[in-house]
């Protein structure tokens, strides 16, 4: 598996399990190419992909 990520938030007595599985290296690929388009011609600073994906007010 190229890509196996799993978030478990859990409770004394119950969890939730949330997995993600990427069967192809494509969308690292995609996403940081997005990632360098939209940090071209900008300011100096710190930022998230959560600038990049546009997720911010």
Do not use: F
């Not at 969308?27 to 959560?50: D, E, F, H, P, T």
Request: hydrophobic share 45%.
């Amino acid at each position: 598996m190229i890509g196996d990520h799993m978030v478990i938030p859990a409770g004394p007595s119950e969890r939730i399990e949330l997995n993600h599985k990427a069967e192809d290296r494509t969308i690292y690929a995609n996403g940081a190419a997005r990632a360098v388009l939209w940090a071209y011609g900008q300011k100096a600073g710190l930022y998230s992909m959560v600038d990049v994906l546009g997720l911010t007010d």
